[in-house]
């Protein structure tokens, strides 16, 4: 059983779990997280707790099931997918519980404070794209998987957590330089799934806002021409708040902030069909 | 009997500033406390009027609930200009209930608190003909099985729940305030004709204080289950103390108790709130109450209220609020129906759930 408290920017998760496969999960994702230092912030965000099945669903096809407080957000999960069930609950309780943050679905990354925000539906490349730029590229991880906009600063909260891979995505990142992956668990309901560690120098900055200077709704579809086309913020705004999990939750406030972060935003569109080409797109877009 | 968390909670709730005396792992457990509570939008605004600076960790979960409440309220408020656009052609009073009437009226019982289904009661004999208007205007019945219908529409004192196709928002068209299996059988009328019209919706009722405080209290009592009690006992206490500005409110209050046939539940949920959250209510009003009801407070009665009225992490946890959760709910489906009729919508209850899982919310990962 580990009961454990992780500081994760923006948020303070305490986790407990009996799943050696969580221990393991920590012991590579979050190894400061088993060797708690001198930090004396005890405020838990979030109080997540990953227990076996319910009855008989602790022996015969175990389950594992995911308990924020003493609510369960989720149908409990084969018991071999306790790691990744964590990483899954605990993307969800940052997009449900409300916090004050606008949230969406969207990869971030930064360099010198000028972020990239990139939303996609699944399976568009988004955290493939991600990872290329993490890995190759050297941006600093923000997200692979959530933008998280502070409405009063306009910043947008770094939270560098394990990149989720799907599928053929998992090959292809596993060859990118410095990524490092952790085990695979087949047959999720996204199919097999694995996640790369966000660089240490991503994590080191998690304390370092950004600020959303473009915009990139990415597409990969193999065989396909390339092409990179600026887009109005009109259409930006539509097609991210489609991406966005509690903007209407957020009234106003949400509104007003996803129209400030366009305001200062340039936004694209880019069809691509490797991921060199897609790199190539982001630094003429970028310039850098 | 309760923990020390939700008695601080409450204490908190109470005299906000005691919460100045609270580290930060003290302001983690109140939070946590009242939002397993529903209450912590309620815990946002008392800590707000009273002047206290949370910790930032603690402050911005109370804000972002404050803000999300006041987003429902505004979202309540247009889903009732819907229902005067849909409703209006009928020219019945349209009288909303509990939240829906909170939020409309700009009650201070609604400031921080958060809304779930929309309610709202309607002339019996109109009863048809709002169903019609609404479905037409985009609500559709949420109860598809056959058993579920004649439930409601045989023995209940609403109308199957109603959601609407577009929003996903529920509504429930009430006729009167408890089922017609019910032992108490108050007159719905009293509390449509007594309700006050509102300036820019001309359809639309909200019911007099003394009828707010009644609806609530029996609303309490009556309902099986005690997810949100915590949070309806605070209800009633900020029903009485708005009303208690009125100066005829008590005599209203018992007077309304009397014509709606619910003496005994009102009598014994003001003693609660008197009980459990020190409420201010006039000695005499309680005393007069219980007389006319037939006598004093069951012991039994407040100690498994005492017992299971917590937030949902701790009754969780707890075998002495499970029992006394289950107790209540019998107790309340017993005063719900008489015994046959309870017999068989228990048992006919406990066959579906054996055929089927129970549901969990299917969340986006």
Same mark, same amino acid.
């Given at each position: 059983?580990?009961?454990?408290?992780?500081?994760?920017?923006?948020?303070?998760?305490?986790?407990?779990?009996?799943?050696?496969?969580?221990?393991?999960?920590?012991?590579?994702? @979050?190894?400061?997280?088993? !060797?708690?230092?001198?930090?004396?912030? !005890?405020?838990?965000?979030?109080?997540?707790?990953?227990?076996?099945?319910?009855? %008989?669903?602790?022996?015969?096809?175990?389950?594992?099931?995911?308990?924020?407080?003493?609510?369960?957000?989720?149908?409990?999960?084969?018991?071999?997918?306790?790691?990744?069930?964590?990483? %899954?609950?605990?993307? %969800?309780?940052?997009?449900?519980?409300?916090?004050? @943050?606008?949230?969406?679905?969207?990869?971030?990354?930064?360099?010198?404070?000028?972020?990239?925000?990139?939303?996609?539906?699944?399976?568009?490349?988004?955290?493939?794209?991600?990872?290329?730029?993490?890995?190759?590229?050297? %941006?600093?991880?923000?997200?692979?998987?959530?933008?998280?906009?502070?409405?009063?600063?306009?910043?947008?909260?770094?939270?560098?957590?394990?990149?989720?891979?799907?599928?053929?995505?998992?090959?292809?990142?596993?060859?990118?330089?410095?990524?490092?992956?952790?085990?695979? @668990?087949?047959?999720?309901?996204?199919?097999?799934?694995? !996640?790369?560690?966000?660089?240490?120098?991503?994590?080191?900055?998690?304390?370092?806002?950004?600020?959303?200077?473009?915009?990139?709704?990415?597409?990969?579809?193999?065989?396909?021409?390339? !092409?990179?086309?600026?887009?109005?913020?009109?259409?930006?705004?539509?097609?991210?708040?489609?991406?966005?999990?509690?903007?209407?939750?957020?009234?106003?406030?949400?509104?007003?902030?996803?129209?400030?972060?366009?305001?200062?935003?340039?936004?694209?569109?880019?069809?691509?069909?490797?991921?060199?080409?897609?790199?190539?797109?982001?630094?003429?877009?970028?310039?850098? | 009997?309760?923990? &020390?968390?939700?008695?601080?909670?409450?204490?908190?709730?109470?005299?906000?500033?005691?919460?100045?005396?609270?580290?930060?792992?003290?302001?983690?457990?109140?939070?946590?406390?009242? #939002?397993?509570?529903?209450? &912590?939008?309620?815990?946002?605004?008392?800590?707000?009027?009273?002047?206290?600076?949370?910790?930032?960790?603690?402050?911005?979960?109370?804000? &972002?609930?404050?803000?999300?409440?006041?987003?429902?309220?505004?979202?309540?408020?247009?889903?009732?200009?819907?229902?005067?656009?849909?409703?209006?052609?009928?020219?019945?009073?349209?009288?909303?209930?509990?939240?829906?009437?909170?939020?409309?009226?700009?009650?201070?019982?609604?400031?921080?608190?958060?809304?779930?289904?929309?309610?709202?009661?309607?002339?019996?004999?109109?009863?048809?003909?709002?169903?019609? #208007?609404?479905?037409?205007?985009?609500?559709?019945?949420?109860?598809?099985?056959?058993?579920?219908?004649?439930?409601?529409?045989?023995?209940?004192?609403?109308?199957?729940?109603?959601?609407?196709?577009?929003?996903?928002?529920?509504?429930?068209?009430?006729?009167?305030?408890?089922?017609?299996?019910?032992?108490?059988?108050?007159?719905?009328?009293?509390?449509?004709?007594?309700?006050?019209?509102?300036?820019?919706?001309?359809?639309?009722?909200?019911?007099?204080?003394?009828?707010?405080?009644?609806?609530?209290?029996?609303?309490?009592?009556?309902?099986?289950?005690?997810?949100?009690?915590?949070?309806?006992?605070?209800?009633?206490?900020?029903?009485?103390?708005?009303?208690?500005?009125?100066?005829?409110?008590?005599?209203?209050?018992?007077?309304?108790?009397?014509?709606?046939?619910?003496?005994?539940?009102?009598?014994?949920?003001?003693?609660?709130? #008197?009980?459990?959250?020190?409420?201010?209510?006039?000695?005499?009003?309680?005393?007069?109450?219980?007389?006319?009801?037939?006598?004093?407070?069951?012991?039994?009665?407040?100690?498994?209220?005492?017992?299971?009225?917590?937030?949902?992490?701790?009754?969780?946890?707890?075998?002495?609020?499970?029992?006394?959760?289950?107790?209540?709910?019998?107790?309340?489906?017993?005063?719900?129906?008489?015994?046959?009729?309870?017999?068989?919508?228990?048992?006919?209850?406990?066959?579906?759930?054996?055929?089927?899982?129970?549901?969990?919310?299917?969340?986006?990962?």
């Amino acid at each position: 059983m580990i009961d454990v408290t992780l500081y994760l920017a923006p948020v303070t998760v305490r986790l407990r779990a009996p799943f050696g496969a969580v221990r393991q999960h920590l012991e590579v994702f @979050y190894p400061e997280a088993l !060797h708690p230092g001198a930090k004396a912030r !005890h405020f838990i965000d979030f109080d997540i707790r990953i227990t076996h099945g319910a009855g %008989w669903r602790r022996w015969v096809r175990p389950q594992a099931r995911f308990l924020l407080d003493h609510t369960e957000p989720f149908l409990p999960l084969p018991a071999s997918q306790a790691a990744p069930l964590f990483e %899954w609950g605990l993307n %969800w309780c940052l997009a449900s519980r409300p916090l004050g @943050y606008l949230v969406m679905h969207a990869a971030v990354v930064a360099r010198d404070g000028d972020a990239i925000v990139m939303p996609g539906s699944p399976g568009a490349g988004k955290s493939t794209l991600c990872a290329a730029l993490t890995f190759i590229d050297q %941006w600093r991880l923000l997200s692979d998987e959530l933008a998280i906009l502070a409405p009063e600063c306009g910043s947008l909260q770094p939270n560098p957590r394990p990149i989720s891979l799907k599928n053929d995505s998992i090959d292809i990142v596993a060859r990118f330089p410095g990524a490092r992956l952790g085990q695979r @668990y087949a047959d999720t309901r996204k199919g097999t799934i694995s !996640h790369a560690a966000p660089p240490a120098a991503s994590r080191a900055a998690a304390a370092q806002q950004a600020r959303c200077r473009w915009v990139i709704f990415p597409r990969f579809a193999p065989g396909a021409d390339p !092409h990179c086309e600026e887009i109005g913020r009109a259409e930006a705004f539509a097609r991210i708040a489609e991406q966005s999990f509690n903007r209407d939750r957020m009234g106003e406030t949400g509104f007003h902030a996803l129209c400030a972060m366009l305001d200062t935003a340039r936004c694209f569109e880019i069809g691509y069909d490797s991921t060199d080409t897609a790199l190539a797109m982001v630094r003429d877009i970028t310039g850098r | 009997m309760r923990s &020390a968390a939700c008695e601080r909670l409450i204490a908190v709730l109470k005299t906000p500033r005691q919460a100045e005396a609270l580290d930060l792992a003290g302001w983690s457990e109140l939070v946590a406390s009242a #939002r397993a509570a529903n209450l &912590a939008g309620l815990l946002a605004e008392r800590v707000a009027a009273a002047g206290i600076t949370a910790p930032p960790e603690a402050a911005r979960h109370l804000e &972002a609930i404050r803000q999300l409440s006041r987003r429902q309220t505004q979202s309540v408020r247009w889903e009732v200009h819907g229902l005067q656009r849909a409703l209006c052609r009928l020219g019945i009073p349209l009288v909303l209930l509990k939240g829906a009437a909170y939020a409309v009226s700009d009650h201070p019982v609604g400031r921080g608190r958060l809304f779930g289904d929309i309610d709202i009661l309607v002339p019996r004999h109109a009863l048809g003909d709002v169903e019609l #208007r609404l479905m037409v205007a985009g609500w559709a019945s949420a109860k598809t099985s056959p058993y579920d219908q004649r439930y409601y529409r045989t023995w209940m004192h609403e109308l199957p729940p109603m959601v609407n196709l577009r929003r996903g928002t529920v509504l429930d068209v009430h006729h009167t305030i408890l089922p017609l299996t019910s032992r108490h059988a108050p007159q719905a009328e009293t509390i449509i004709r007594a309700a006050s019209a509102l300036p820019d919706l001309p359809a639309v009722r909200i019911p007099r204080p003394e009828h707010l405080l009644v609806h609530s209290i029996v609303h309490l009592l009556h309902e099986g289950e005690l997810h949100n009690g915590l949070r309806d006992l605070f209800d009633i206490d900020g029903l009485l103390r708005a009303g208690a500005g009125e100066a005829d409110f008590w005599p209203r209050v018992v007077e309304a108790s009397r014509t709606l046939d619910v003496i005994a539940p009102v009598a014994f949920g003001l003693h609660l709130a #008197r009980h459990l959250l020190d409420s201010p209510i006039p000695p005499q009003v309680i005393e007069d109450l219980f007389n006319a009801a037939g006598g004093p407070a069951s012991r039994l009665l407040t100690m498994l209220y005492t017992t299971a009225l917590r937030p949902e992490n701790e009754a969780a946890e707890s075998a002495a609020a499970t029992l006394a959760r289950f107790a209540i709910y019998v107790r309340a489906h017993w005063l719900r129906m008489p015994p046959h009729l309870l017999l068989r919508h228990l048992a006919h209850k406990s066959i579906v759930r054996l055929r089927k899982d129970e549901p969990a919310t299917d969340g986006r990962a």
